[in-house]
């Protein structure tokens, strides 16, 4: 099924990555030829003051009487402008225990979310774990970190396959943009190339194939290190775009102990990555 819906959660303080990461996602949802639909969601109870450098006392007037919100959303009409994009958005002060549920329940109508993710910030971890849980849907993660270099056209994708059914969804639900990219390459991380790995992803990159994805098949060593960190490590390495994975292979109650390769990625992505449960 094509990818014709896409919904974009604002939250939080708007700096500049996250202005920049508006950007990118809203240029994501050009290349789909996709509408895009914004919600910006602030907490009604607590507003947070702003702190003025004596430089910007000319602008201290304007931005006095404009708070995050809606600079996001500014930030959003903007950017959906300059790409002719169709596009709609919507805003609300709700409970701060109820964002994240909120934003869940609209994701649900949509084909996929885009949500710009700060590094290592327990909020983003929180808004996407459960939107994760409780949409049903297809997550693309825009890190703010390195929104600089990101593309919005997804050339060059890695396939993180790990043979569970989490990751055989994260693929079916990416298959729109798996077809139109250049360069698919399935990556098992894996100290040694068993026959069962092999067998498994040979017959991945085969029913790829029958969809018009010709996708290679490759291993990865993780020589002590995390499956995450070499996940991100590979993909900076080879240049890849994206990367498609399924979220929580274990518990979420184990990985949220333990830690884990969704618990890493979300933490820090190194790169667009689109991710299903």
Request: glycine share 6%; with cysteine.
């Amino acid at each position: 099924m094509p990818i014709k819906d896409v919904f974009l959660p604002l939250v939080g303080q708007a700096r500049g990555p996250a202005l920049a990461a508006i950007e990118k996602c809203v240029a994501v949802a050009a290349d789909l030829g996709a509408r895009i639909t914004a919600l910006a969601l602030e907490d009604e109870v607590f507003a947070r003051p702003k702190v003025m450098l004596p430089d910007d006392a000319d602008s201290v007037a304007a931005d006095a009487a404009v708070g995050d919100m809606q600079l996001l959303l500014n930030a959003f009409t903007g950017a959906a402008s300059r790409a002719d994009l169709r596009s709609q958005s919507r805003s609300a002060k709700v409970p701060a225990d109820q964002i994240a549920s909120i934003l869940a329940e609209h994701a649900r109508f949509s084909d996929l979310t885009l949500v710009p993710v700060r590094p290592h910030d327990s909020r983003t971890e929180h808004i996407v774990e459960t939107i994760l849980f409780e949409s049903g849907r297809p997550l693309l993660l825009c890190p703010e970190q390195h929104v600089d270099e990101l593309r919005p056209e997804f050339e060059n994708i890695m396939i993180a396959w790990d043979h569970s059914a989490r990751a055989a969804r994260a693929i079916g639900d990416a298959m729109p943009i798996l077809q139109a990219a250049a360069s698919v390459r399935v990556v098992t991380v894996a100290d040694d190339k068993t026959d069962a790995i092999e067998q498994s992803g040979t017959a991945l990159v085969s029913h790829l194939r029958e969809h018009g994805v010709y996708a290679s098949f490759e291993t990865a060593k993780g020589s002590g290190s995390s499956i995450g960190k070499v996940l991100g490590s590979w993909a900076n390495s080879n240049t890849i775009d994206a990367i498609v994975m399924g979220a929580y292979h274990h518990s979420r109650l184990n990985e949220i102990v333990w830690g884990g390769v969704t618990k890493t990625v979300i933490g820090e992505p190194p790169c667009w990555v689109m991710i299903s449960h």
